[in-house]
C-alpha cells in the first residue's frame, strides 16, 4: 500500500528529530558535571601534573615512575598490614597471582571509585578525600603512613561539616582509633612474640575496614554538599558554590 506524501515528510522529521533529542539528553546530562571553570581547572591541573612528571621522567627516568607513581598499583607485600589482603598474599606469594585473583581485589576499589565520582564529583575537596581515603582502605597494602594522605584534606572539608566533635565526631574517632588499636594487638603478638595469630589479625583488618566504612558514611551524612565551580543552572534552580558560602 502506497504512503502519502505527508507521511513520507513526517518520517524524514521523526528521523532527524530521534538523533537531535538524544544528542540533547546527553548534552543536558554532561552540563550538569561540566562548567568552563571545570575545563579550566582540570587543563591547568592536567597540564601541570604532565609537565613536572617529564621534567623529573627527564632527570630521573624509569625510576622516578615507578617510585612515584606505579608502584602503588603493583605493590604486593606479603608482609603484615592493615589491608584486608594481607593474608591471601601472605599464603599465596610463592605461587604468584593469577590473572582474576589481581582483578578480584582491584574491582572493588575501581567501582567505589567510580561511584564516588559519579556521586560526588562536583565538590571537588569532599570528592578527593573520600576517594583517598577509600584508596588507602581498599588498597591491597595499607601502612600508617598510607593515613597522611587524607589527613591533610580534612581542612578542606571540615568547614562545610555540620558533624560536632561531641558525640558523633568523638564516636567516629573512637570507632577509627579503637579498630585500629585492636589490630596492632595482634601485630604486637605475631610480630613481638611469635604468635600464630595470622587469622585474628585478618579479622582485625575486616574490623578495620569497616571503621573505615563507618567514618566515610558518617562524614557523607553530615557534609553540605556545595559546588566548586559553578554550572548552567535551569530557570527555577539554584545551586550554592563555595566561592558563594
Same mark, same amino acid.
Given at each position: ?16 528529530? &530521534? ?47 615507578? &617510585? ?122 605475631? &610480630? ?52 558563594? &558560602?
Amino acid at each position: 500500500m502506497w504512503r502519502s506524501k505527508q507521511q513520507l515528510q513526517d518520517d524524514k522529521v521523526s528521523q532527524i528529530e &530521534e538523533p537531535t533529542s538524544f544528542l540533547a539528553t546527553v548534552w543536558g546530562f554532561l552540563s550538569n558535571f561540566i562548567s568552563r571553570n571545570g575545563i579550566l581547572f582540570g587543563l591547568l591541573s592536567g597540564s601541570m601534573f604532565f609537565a613536572w612528571t617529564g621534567v623529573f621522567f627527564y632527570l630521573y627516568g624509569w625510576d622516578f615512575l615507578n &617510585e612515584a607513581l606505579l608502584y602503588h598499583l603493583t605493590r604486593t607485600d606479603p608482609r603484615h598490614n592493615f589491608s584486608i589482603y594481607f593474608y591471601h598474599i601472605y599464603l599465596h606469594h610463592q605461587q604468584g597471582f593469577s590473572s582474576i585473583q589481581r582483578l578480584a581485589s582491584f574491582l572493588p576499589q575501581l567501582i567505589v571509585q567510580l561511584a564516588l565520582i559519579l556521586r560526588f564529583s562536583r565538590d571537588l575537596p569532599f570528592c578527593m578525600f573520600l576517594q583517598t581515603v577509600a584508596f588507602v582502605a581498599f588498597n591491597k597494602v595499607m601502612t600508617a603512613q598510607y593515613f597522611v594522605w587524607f589527613f591533610c584534606l580534612l581542612p578542606l572539608i571540615l568547614p562545610w561539616s555540620s558533624m560536632k566533635l561531641k558525640w558523633k565526631g568523638l564516636a567516629c574517632a573512637v570507632v577509627w582509633m579503637g579498630s585500629q588499636l585492636h589490630w596492632l594487638m595482634w601485630a604486637y603478638l605475631l &610480630e613481638f612474640e611469635g604468635r600464630n595469630v595470622f587469622v585474628q589479625l585478618w579479622v582485625a583488618g575486616l574490623m578495620f575496614l569497616a571503621a573505615n566504612t563507618f567514618v566515610m558514611l558518617m562524614v557523607m551524612k553530615h557534609h553540605k554538599y556545595t559546588l566548586l565551580f559553578s554550572t548552567p543552572l535551569k530557570s527555577g534552580n539554584k545551586v550554592a558554590t563555595k566561592k558563594e &558560602e
